[in-house]
């Protein structure tokens, strides 16, 4: 069992920049792949952004590409999603969520998931 904690979401202006973390309760972090996801009022929950274990791969939304980065520091088990040039769309709650395989992550599908974090962009 692996337990995700996020934090770092909050309100921000248009154009801002928010990081996000999630803490990991595993010893064996680098086995997983690592991805956050988004669900704004009324929608299905999104794919945003994985990172594969070992933190050499990377994938985007289309929606986020150039202004999300996703990192991973397997020495302090947590993953990063550093947000720039937000916009209103991005607001949301944020869930961190890992699995064996980044391909399942990249099919809106994952082993565990957090709690989730809001992210609030005012205009």
């Known amino acids: 069992q692996v337990q995700l904690v996020e934090s770092g979401g909050g309100l921000v202006q248009a154009g801002g920049s928010l990081k996000l973390s999630c803490a990991a309760s595993t010893r064996t972090f680098s086995n997983y792949a690592m991805g956050w996801f988004r669900q704004a009022p009324g929608k299905e929950r999104e794919f945003v952004a994985a990172i594969s274990g070992g933190g050499g791969l990377t994938d985007y939304s289309d929606s986020v590409k150039g202004r999300f980065t996703i990192s991973k520091d397997n020495a302090k088990s947590t993953v990063y999603l550093q947000m720039n040039r937000l916009k209103p769309e991005d607001t949301a709650v944020y869930y961190c969520?890992?699995?064996?395989?980044?391909?399942?992550?990249?099919?809106?599908?994952?082993?565990?998931w957090g709690q989730g974090t809001q992210v609030t962009v005012s205009p």
């Open positions: 969520a890992a699995d064996g395989f980044r391909s399942a992550l990249l099919r809106n599908r994952a082993d565990y």
